[in-house]
């Protein structure tokens, strides 16, 4: 199965430290998201990326967050000088924006911080 | 984007049709009504969408008002594997980067 997929899918890291993970959209979906989600509630769009270009980024986006897709391909999510408050599942997902396809957006399983 | 209200939780038996109810009293004509569901500790999974018209698939149905104000999403035969969080989620046809806002949810329990 080719689906999404996300490394690490824990990192437990102490604050302060800088943190990265990285994302594999499925091989031929041309748009790439990022969301994080906490406890009990819903995912929050963080950004996302058509091809290499980052279309758009969340106020939730501090100047610590950075996102990068440099080939069009896989992304990284990288959070300098993590705060307890980061703690929570970053989530990825690809779709296929254009011509066929629903549109619909293809989750990965999360990588879950936790900062100490 | 328009808002949804869903109810927190629901439980239904195993077996018998899970009817989740959504409202999007604001909803405009150029949006789509999504539903995902997230089953504990995985990621969100598309079920179905619809515009005006009901839709079927081998997941579940989809029943629009006509006034397109609320929508019912329905299990036809819940299973425990069914028991996750359902959002409810409207999003333009087009424009918005097909970006998702979700909001919290309901959660549906299905037991024995």
């Known amino acids: 199965d080719t689906g999404v997929s996300q490394d690490p899918r824990h990192k437990i890291t102490k604050r302060g430290q800088n943190v990265t993970f990285r994302c594999d959209p499925i091989s031929e979906h041309n748009r790439l998201y990022w969301y994080r989600q906490t406890l009990g509630q819903g995912p929050e769009f963080l950004t996302y990326?058509?091809?290499?270009?980052?279309?758009?980024k969340s106020r939730l986006l501090s100047d610590r967050f950075s996102a990068e897709r440099p080939k069009g391909s896989f992304s990284t999510l990288e959070i300098q000088r993590t705060e307890q408050g980061d703690s929570a599942m970053y989530l990825c997902?690809?779709?296929?924006?254009?011509?066929?396809?629903?549109?619909?957006?293809?989750f990965g399983e999360g990588s879950r911080l936790t900062v100490l | 984007d328009a808002k949804t209200t869903q109810p927190p939780s629901m439980d239904c038996a195993e077996g018998r049709a899970a009817n989740l109810p959504c409202n999007h009293s604001?909803?405009?004509?150029?949006?789509?009504v999504y539903w995902y569901r997230q089953i504990h500790s995985q990621g969100p999974q598309y079920i179905i969408h619809?515009?005006?018209n009901n839709e079927t698939n081998e997941m579940a149905s989809l029943i629009i008002t006509e006034d397109r104000k609320s929508s019912t999403l329905i299990l036809p035969h819940a299973t425990l594997r069914d028991t996750a969080v359902y959002y409810c989620i409207v999003r333009p046809i087009t424009g918005g980067g097909n970006k998702l806002t979700f909001g919290t949810g309901t959660q549906l329990k299905v037991e024995l």
């Open positions: 604001t909803i405009s004509g150029n949006e789509y």
């Open positions: 619809g515009l005006k």
């Open positions: 990326f058509q091809n290499e270009a980052q279309l758009e």
């Open positions: 997902a690809s779709s296929l924006h254009g011509t066929s396809g629903t549109g619909e957006l293809f």
